[in-house]
């Protein structure tokens, strides 16, 4: 998107979006369902167990449910006549595992019928994806409501993997959302896939001086032109996010200055002084990174915006 875009744009989103910080609490559940983050757990588990790429699709999933009218389980809703929903808007279309927020919400209504919301359950999802990935762990604030609606035209708002540093740095801003936490958040490109669509714009046609983007090492350029041929792509082709793509690291990190991250939007990180001393920290002490991001995903998860606790997580009551 051209950043004048981004900016006749801003006023719309935010009408649509104004991050509100309700007040969240670790223990909101002791009393009324002491056992949902033990159930939520148990479904990440066993669904993990079948399906390595699950951790990689909850996180996603959360993060894209946060950055569209706050963390409200709005992407969960599925469209319903003549209303697209925001799982089916262009960035949504290859989220997956719905199906482990299905099960555990099951669950955790046969325990507690009408106490946890949806989107409290994909916050926990999230954060049990992290650390059965062998990342952190922290304690998840809970009491957000679920929201009653769901736009696909929406999922437009959200931060593009052909990004630059403003229009990141703008995205999140408008989310309350600092430089330090678009930094930290990004480390969540160490888990999970890609399809070429997300990063063809550096191996082709980069720009009229050069057919690929020249901060990405030759090698790798090289690499990724050969898994996503201009004509004849296999139809899921694409490439992970790092070479350990199940396991919540730092690679992700050490990539980008290896020039050997996929998104424009990674690289963009360097192109800024704070972002990029941040990279250079982060690439450098897992430890820096994982408190940070653990700071980042509390403070992005505490954007709430719902009205409800939903009995099924892709219909409103």
């Not at 929903?85 to 719905?98: C, Q, R, T, V, Y």
């Not at 019928?113 to 990935?133: H, K, M, N």
């Not at 304690?139 to 229009?167: C, H, M, W, Y």
């Amino acid at each position: 998107m051209a950043l004048n875009l981004v900016f006749l744009s801003s006023i719309l989103i935010l009408s649509l979006f104004s991050p509100v910080i309700n007040a969240l609490s670790s223990n909101y559940y002791d009393k009324s369902c002491p056992n949902v983050e033990q159930l939520v757990s148990n479904a990440v588990k066993k669904a993990t167990a079948n399906d390595k790429t699950v951790p990689a699709a909850l996180l996603r999933m959360h993060f894209h449910d946060c950055f569209i009218r706050g963390c409200d389980a709005s992407v969960l809703l599925n469209s319903k006549g003549n209303n697209k929903a925001e799982k089916d808007g262009p960035p949504n279309i290859s989220l997956h595992a719905f199906y482990v927020i299905d099960n555990a919400k099951k669950q955790v209504e046969a325990s507690c019928p009408g106490v946890v919301s949806c989107a409290d359950i994909l916050a926990l999802a999230a954060r049990d994806a992290v650390v059965q990935s062998g990342g952190p762990s922290w304690n998840v604030p809970k009491g957000r409501k679920d929201g009653k609606t769901s736009l696909a035209t929406e999922t437009r708002q959200l931060p593009a993997p052909t990004f630059n540093i403003s229009q990141l740095q703008q995205s999140f801003s408008q989310r309350g959302l600092s430089l330090n936490d678009l930094v930290a958040l990004s480390g969540g490109h160490t888990l999970g896939f890609s399809h070429c669509s997300s990063f063809q714009n550096r191996i082709h046609n980069f720009n009229a001086t050069h057919d690929v983007d020249p901060t990405l090492h030759s090698s790798f350029a090289a690499s990724l032109k050969n898994t996503c041929p201009i004509k004849n792509r296999p139809k899921n082709a694409g490439a992970t996010m790092d070479p350990s793509a199940t396991t919540f690291d730092n690679t992700y990190f050490k990539l980008i200055l290896q020039g050997k991250s996929l998104f424009s939007s990674d690289q963009a990180l360097l192109s800024f002084p704070k972002t990029k001393n941040l990279v250079t920290k982060f690439a450098s002490s897992q430890q820096a990174f994982l408190d940070a991001f653990v700071h980042s995903m509390i403070k992005m998860s505490s954007i709430t915006g719902g009205q409800e606790i939903r009995k099924d997580c892709r219909v409103v009551n």
